[in-house]
């Protein structure tokens, strides 16, 4: 099973070679997703650890975990 951001990865470096036009910019996308994926794993590995250790209450489901640790609100 791949991430998200990996499924991304795969994504454009396969446009590099359908649209050789859009190289440039396609190069810069892919190049700033890698740079993300040092932090996926740990933002993973820290949401695995939290619910084997405990410090997630019990009663907090799934979506609002992910609330509470990723901002995701618009403001």
Do not use: W
């Not at 740990?42 to 619910?51: L, V, W």
């Amino acid at each position: 099973m791949k991430t998200p951001m990996q499924e991304a990865l795969e994504t454009y470096e396969a446009m590099l070679s359908l649209h050789p036009e859009m190289a440039v910019s396609v190069r810069s996308v892919v190049e700033d997703l890698k740079s993300h994926l040092e932090k996926e794993r740990e933002t993973i590995c820290n949401a695995f650890s939290d619910a084997q250790h405990g410090a997630v209450e019990s009663m907090m489901t799934a979506e609002e975990y992910f609330e509470e640790t990723f901002n995701t609100k618009e403001k």
